[in-house]
């Protein structure tokens, strides 16, 4: 019975929040706000910890233990886990939040040069780097990685990489990489959590056991035990040191608790750190744990890619765009990210597709969102009737989601189904994926909309798998030459201007052809964490290097007395 409450409470909700038009009709969560402005070159400082490091101690945190500690698998949570243990060949610097290009950094390489045809990149790296278990790093172990991550034999990840051709070793600290073609892409899919480098000498080593944890990284494995914990210990032979000289990493060792439920625990500060990559994500559990631990800290981070509504185009109506279009008006993009959260806080209203995209005042104007919303809806009535359907017609809505759940996902479709139902006579059925006959229908084409996330991150060139011709994340079924050839040329275009500026161009055709719908909900995570833990910053990306946890200390002057681990 207490789904069917849930239900009831948010069908109320639903038709208070339509009595008042589009906007929402719940007070704001006092929520935190950015400490930092954007800098002249349009990047995002993260705070800066003015407190000197300290050396010592154990971090606790909340996390998932994936089904693998192979990276190129590209497991969920992964990176959380392998990241203390490997590095990458170039990594995202964490003093910006944004994960674009001009933010890259080395990692193992400590430098790079780039030959001015665009399709050779020297890697310089790092030298007397050894792996955990003693033996050096050389360039075989950066050829063997590329090799294989790029492999689509071994590798789930190869597809990051179209321009890879092959690399080779110069000598033990310099590899020379091969390119088809100049890509601004290359570089940036390095950067991804799951791009480590793997030591060659434990080729064929089963990447579910825990003999794949030796690395190079800042943290060696220590213990492990199924669904509840991985323990790792400080590498006492680590190659970095931070800007001051001082040997890295700070803290003793960490530990990663496999947590379902995190806020529990961190209430009880059985943990110093929700999560390192998840956080509350609804209004409610925000304010449950800011409740229950008011002396906690808390970052925003708003991940770079969006939630879409994607319009089946091979089933009538959904392939005229005058009902596409009638359908976007009709949206409201505040409404839907309180159907989602619980609270307006935890979207991006008037952005388009993608992070950094077209600036919000375009977007309502190709949208037709800068009329008022009385207008918005005369004008979907006006264009449904010209399409023949003045009545509506039946629409088959796939969800993500639990198939009892009525937040998420879930919540924001059933928002948009009672709009539509409400202002152009629609009749939509909304199904959660889980359940066998959604999944079922997915995958046989049989729906005419859907809930999904354009996974597209730090690289826009990945539109091309939701919206390419015959592409397999193409669930709109989307098919449009003038794209094709425009999304084939953003990966060969290095020079960052005329890049954005393509990408800007491709941003303008999909929300004029509209085969997906913006929706305004970029998933938002309240980052939580105890004031005697230092140095920890976000950016706009799930598995960035702050996983890594090579330059977070903890203050044990203010951790309090109540803090018990267990460990």
């Known amino acids: 019975m207490k789904h069917w409450a849930l239900l009831i409470a948010l069908m109320i909700f639903l038709a208070l929040l339509l009595a008042c038009g589009p906007g929402p009709v719940v007070s704001p969560v006092l929520m935190p706000t950015e400490t930092t402005a954007q800098s002249e ?74 030959s001015d045809d665009g399709t050779e990149i020297t890697f310089y790296l790092h030298p007397g780097v050894k792996w955990h278990d003693g033996v050096p790093f050389t360039a075989d172990d950066v050829v063997y990685s590329l090799d294989r991550m790029t492999d689509p034999n071994s590798s789930v990840i190869y597809s990051r990489f179209p321009a890879y051709a092959s690399s080779e070793k110069i000598d033990d600290n310099t590899v020379l990489v091969h390119l088809k073609y100049p890509s601004a892409g290359f570089l940036v899919a390095l950067t991804s959590g799951e791009s480590v480098i793997q030591a060659k000498h434990l080729a064929g080593i089963d990447g579910k056991s825990t003999d794949f944890l030796v690395g190079t990284g800042p943290f060696m494995f220590d213990d492990f035990i199924l669904r509840v914990h991985i323990k790792y210990k400080r590498n006492p032979n680590y190659f970095k040191k931070d800007k001051y000289g001082n040997q890295l ?29 998840l956080g509350p994500s609804n209004s409610n559990l925000y304010m449950t744990t800011k409740d229950a631990a008011p002396d906690a800290l808390v970052q925003k981070k708003v991940l770079n890619y969006c939630t879409v509504i994607k319009l089946n185009m091979d089933h009538k109506p959904l392939d005229d765009i005058r009902v596409r279009r009638a359908l976007g008006l009709i949206l409201d993009e505040e ?18 597709l993608i992070s950094g995209g077209l600036p919000p005042e375009e977007v309502r104007k190709i ?65 959660q994926l889980p359940s066998p006959g959604g999944v079922v229908r997915r995958d046989t084409g049989d729906y005419d909309a859907q809930t999904d996330v354009l996974s597209v991150g730090d690289d826009p060139a990945l539109l091309k ?25 953003v990966d060969m275009e290095i020079d960052p201007v005329k890049r954005h500026e393509l990408i800007l161009d491709i941003e303008r055709l999909l929300l004029t052809d509209l085969p997906a719908l913006p929706t305004g909900i970029f998933s938002t995570r309240m980052m939580f964490y105890y004031p005697h833990v230092k140095n920890l910053r976000w950016t706009y990306t799930s598995y960035s290097n702050i996983c890594r946890l090579e330059d977070v200390w903890i203050d044990p002057s203010l951790k309090s007395a109540a803090m018990a681990t267990g460990y």
């Open 41 to 114: 070159g349009g990047l995002t400082p993260n705070p800066v910890e003015t407190s000197e490091p300290i050396y010592g101690g154990i971090l606790v945190h909340g996390g998932n233990i994936p089904s693998t500690f192979d990276g190129y698998q590209d497991a969920g949570y992964g990176p959380t886990v392998t990241l203390p243990v490997f590095n990458q060949l170039v990594m995202m610097s964490l003093d910006y939040k944004e994960t674009v290009y001009d933010n890259i950094v080395g990692d193992l390489a400590d430098s790079w040069e780039i």
């Open 465 to 489: 798998t939701y919206f390419g011709t015959g592409e397999p994340g193409n669930y709109s079924h989307y098919s449009n030459p003038k794209f094709d050839e425009m999304i084939d040329k």
């Open 367 to 431: 949208m037709g969102w800068d009329k008022p919303y009385e207008e918005r809806i005369a004008e979907a009535q006006r264009l449904m009737t010209e399409a023949g359907y003045p009545n509506g017609f039946y629409m088959f809505f796939l969800s993500h989601g639990a198939a009892q759940a009525y937040t998420g996902y879930a919540g924001a479709n059933l928002v948009f189904a009672e709009a539509l139902k409400q202002y152009l006579n629609m009749n939509v059925e909304v199904r």
């Open 335 to 352: 409404s839907l990210v309180v159907g989602f959260s619980g609270d307006p806080s935890f979207g991006l209203k008037d952005v388009g």
């Open 249 to 277: 990493p700070y803290l003793d060792g960490h530990i990663l608790m496999h947590l379902d439920n995190k806020t529990e625990p961190f209430i009880a500060r059985r943990l110093d750190v929700y999560g390192i990559v």
